[in-house]
């Protein structure tokens, strides 16, 4: 939206009283993100100047369409998720004094506003994430998402190239690329491209990127192409986040996952054979419904077996309009907390186990920023992703090393969440 705005000629300003247009781009798909959503409207709508409009973004509006003008008179136009691409022309309706509370998003539709030049954030800088396929065509029973992005539309391998060239010409080194199943991309193109296939055109033809992630992959649609492509192509790097959610089977089929947890192990232990150093991040969510102890013991007997690296754990949310809000059973909240606080109090000592292992790496490490007390770089290897995974902290050796180069490091020590490191005298450019 920020791009489009800005070819139109829109300038911006961080402080909202002096803005003409606020706007607020809403997640929505679990309560706590609709509180936080709610917040920042209000806040916002707090500091609106005489004649300021407010307009909400995104699954927010999406989700709530009936409610949301009712709940928020504060709001003075919607753009759903699939409206992006009409900001401007919402702006320009407003300015000549129309009226937009009666508007309602329609259905997600095409993707073409993605292909747009964008600019990433200023904070990002060395990275930036890349959307390759938006909505999501799986079911799972829990989910909001599917309702308020639609199903899955790829985008053309073409226009995700050209988009990595230009963020590649802007100075990205990193490209994280992030869809709500990125190993279910392409399935809806003609031709079907796969993710594998994308992914080595990206590394080939965009010489700028160093690095290319993966985030958020579905076991059951994780082939033998894209295992063998992560494991011969040096510039992806050997991280796979793997949201599993469970491991009993009878919760995974109420959860209307597509696999079982056989499966699902059998898939890491094919691709830790093929890529032995790969960091494997997962999710996994306590109180489903019908979630016995017996369940809860089988996900955590698998969580002790397979040894994620880093793992998340977050208690059931019954989410309204999905399936599972309605299924019987429920769980109570507290039992839930205290089994996904097993969980989590067993992976302390896994990660901590597991990042030990690490210690005599000697891995790049692209340092993005200086530690709070100004003595050492924090950055991060091909094992830690931005914003949810741990920093990596180095001293430098070198008064050439600075933001943005990305030396060999040998990691020193490690504790259950970050590493430190010792640059080395080899640049890894
Ligand atoms: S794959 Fe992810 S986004 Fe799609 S329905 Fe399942 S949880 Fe939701």
Do not use: W
Not at 397 to 423: E, K, M, N, Q, W
Request: hydrophobic share 40%; charged share 25%; glycine share 6%.
């Amino acid at each position: 939206m920020s791009a489009i705005l800005r070819k139109e000629g829109f300038s911006f300003t961080g402080t909202p009283h002096l803005a003409d247009y606020l706007i607020v781009n809403t997640c929505a798909f679990i309560q706590p993100a609709v509180e936080e959503a709610i917040e920042a409207i209000l806040d916002l709508a707090s500091s609106k100047k005489e004649g300021a409009r407010l307009i909400v973004a995104g699954c927010l509006p999406q989700r709530y369409k009936d409610e949301i003008f009712k709940e928020l008179p504060e709001v003075d136009a919607v753009i759903g998720t699939g409206e992006y691409g009409s900001v401007a022309q919402v702006l320009r309706r407003l300015s000549a004094g129309e009226s937009l509370r009666t508007h309602r998003p329609g259905l997600p539709g095409d993707v073409i506003y993605l292909d747009i030049d964008r600019q990433p954030s200023a904070r990002q800088g060395t990275y930036a994430y890349l959307k390759i396929a938006e909505g999501c065509s799986n079911a799972c029973a829990y989910c909001t998402i599917p309702s308020i992005r639609g199903p899955q539309r790829s985008r053309q391998p073409q226009a995700i190239l050209r988009e990595a060239s230009h963020l590649a010409d802007l100075g990205v080194r990193e490209l994280i690329l992030v869809a709500q199943d990125t190993t279910r991309y392409g399935r809806d193109l003609a031709g079907q491209p796969t993710l594998a296939s994308l992914l080595r055109q990206l590394t080939e033809k965009t010489p700028g990127i160093e690095l290319v992630r993966c985030l958020y992959f579905y076991a059951d649609a994780l082939t033998d192409e894209l295992m063998e492509e992560m494991a011969s192509n040096p510039k992806i790097a050997p991280y796979m986040d793997l949201p599993i959610q469970h491991a009993s089977d009878a919760v995974l089929r109420r959860m209307r996952r597509h696999e079982t947890a056989a499966e699902i192990e059998g898939k890491i232990h094919r691709i830790r054979q093929l890529i032995p150093e790969l960091i494997i991040r997962s999710t996994v969510m306590t109180g489903f419904p019908g979630e016995t102890e017996e369940d809860f013991r089988i996900l955590l007997d698998f969580v002790q077996r397979i040894r994620f690296d880093r793992l998340g754990c977050f208690v059931f949310c019954a989410e309204e309009g999905t399936p599972a809000a309605r299924m019987p059973d429920q769980v109570p909240f507290a039992t839930a907390s205290i089994r996904a606080a097993k969980i989590m109090e067993v992976q302390k000592q896994i990660a901590l186990e597991q990042n030990r292992k690490r210690i005599g790496q000697v891995t790049p490490v692209l340092f993005e920023g200086v530690d709070e007390r100004g003595i050492l770089f924090q950055g991060r290897s091909y094992g830690e992703a931005p914003d949810v995974d741990p920093l990596i902290f180095v001293a430098a050796t070198r008064p050439d090393h600075a933001i943005g180069s990305r030396p060999a490091v040998r990691i020193v020590d490690a504790g259950p969440y970050d590493l430190t490191g010792v640059s080395l005298d080899e640049h890894c450019e």
